[in-house]
């Protein structure tokens, strides 16, 4: 297990759980974002458990499971260009940019740990 892999792995969960987190707290930017890409709002419980089963998906790969990893950061690329799609098709790509990080986050973790 490289450097690389731990480090980009633990801000991968980190950001993932901390988007969880916010969506579960409602938080105005949060709703207001979904609401402007068509996402109804009572979603966001639902899109917080998926992020937050990613993270606990890709700490267990650290600690010691490694395929419960790979899944984990394939299903956050997936959520994410999910997200990304979302924000084109509802022509919001001016809050597109966390969407796009955490993609690219994502990506990193699956890439590293395959």
Avoid: C, Q
């Avoid at 979603?43 to 790969?61: D, F, I, M, N, R």
């Avoid at 990893?69 to 799609?85: E, Q, R, S």
Wanted: proline residues 4%; without cysteine; glycine residues 14%.
């Amino acid at each position: 297990m490289g450097v690389a892999y731990v480090v980009v792995v633990v801000v991968t969960a980190a950001a993932a759980a901390f988007s969880a987190a916010v969506d579960f707290s409602g938080h105005r930017y949060v709703v207001g974002n979904a609401e402007a890409n068509g996402v109804p709002v009572g979603w966001l419980p639902v899109l917080g458990v998926l992020k937050a089963a990613g993270a606990v998906g890709l700490v267990a790969g650290l600690l010691g499971v490694p395929v419960v990893g790979v899944l984990a950061a394939g299903g956050l690329v997936l959520f994410f260009v999910g997200a990304v799609v979302v924000h084109v098709r509802a022509r919001t790509v001016s809050t597109i940019g966390p969407a796009v990080v955490f993609l690219v986050l994502a990506a990193g973790s699956l890439w590293l740990s395959v």
